[in-house]
């Protein structure tokens, strides 16, 4: 079944005892206020990962990523982390690929695919990450740009590992620059994307994949995106670092 899901990417920021104070404020809101089924995932930095955790346990609601793995299982790679590292401390969501990786750290599609198996190898559920840069949309190429993503990293994949993967679409010149994709451009490239999944995999598959939208998602947008078909959820940055925001957006369902 197509979960629908609202993921917080807090990127580099907060210290340990913003972060603690932040998840804590976003746990008990969702306690509150959130009856729906809505899947809500929290992506702190690495060493904050295991207290956030700790702290969300008791909150069926509630789920933990990290921001990002190794695509190593183990070994001599000083500074990387492995997905069974993450499995250790709780993490059920990984986000790879996300633009900001494949630009300042130069991953690339064989390198995402690898990340995607290791994850996938210790149950941890990928949130693959997807989007056209400014000048592919300008150029009205964004379609075949986010399709050869797609095909470049997930199309190796087995039926069964696939089944694991939630994608987001973000086009890159919507992240953090407060200029939203349309709702009808969302659905269009999603809509897209769930037809090159079902090329790719079983047809029930595809349409089972959740896909999210990201890119300055916030409360006064959020319903019209998520009301759109092919749109199940988002993955938001900089409004996850605010509780009430956060809220607002997991309850715009
Ligand atoms: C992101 O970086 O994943 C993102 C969607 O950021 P923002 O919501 O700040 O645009």
């Keep these: 079944m197509r979960k629908q899901i609202v993921a917080g990417n807090w990127k580099m920021n907060k ?3 913003e972060a603690l104070s932040l ?3 976003i746990d008990n809101m969702v306690k509150d206020e959130v009856n729906s089924q809505v899947t809500v995932i929290v992506a702190p930095p690495f060493p904050f990962l295991q207290s956030v955790g700790k702290l969300t346990q008791g909150n069926d609601l509630m ?11 183990s070994g001599a790679y000083t500074g990387e982390v492995s997905a069974s590292m993450l499995k250790s401390v709780g993490v059920q969501y990984v986000i790879i690929g996300h633009s900001e ?7 690339d599609a064989q390198t995402l695919y690898k990340k995607l198996k290791a994850a996938i190898a210790q149950g941890i559920t990928p ?5 056209e840069p400014l ?10 740009y986010v399709g050869k993503q797609l095909h470049d990293s997930l199309s190796y994949l087995s039926n069964e590992e ?6 987001a679409y973000e086009p890159i010149w919507a992240i953090g620059t407060g200029r939203t994709a ?4 969302a659905q269009e490239m999603h809509a897209y994307i769930r037809e090159q999944l079902s090329r790719m995999f079983d047809a029930e598959a595809a349409f089972n994949t959740s896909i999210l939208y990201g890119g300055s998602c916030n409360p006064g947008n959020a319903r019209e995106l998520f009301s759109q078909a092919d749109v199940d959820g988002g993955l938001i940055g900089g409004a996850s670092l605010k509780s009430r925001d956060f809220t607002d957006i997991i309850k715009s369902f």
Excluded: K, P, W
Aim: aromatic share 10%; glycine share 2%.
């Design 15 to 17: 210290t340990y005892e």
């Design 162 to 167: 696939f089944d694991q993967v939630v994608v």
């Design 127 to 131: 949130i693959f990450c997807c989007g």
């Design 135 to 144: 000048e592919e949309r300008d150029a009205d190429r964004h379609f075949d």
């Design 63 to 73: 789920h933990l990523a990290a921001q990002n793995m190794s695509e190593h299982e």
């Design 23 to 25: 998840v804590s404020e």
């Design 101 to 107: 990786r494949r630009m300042y750290h130069h991953e």
């Design 182 to 185: 349309s709702s009808q451009q």
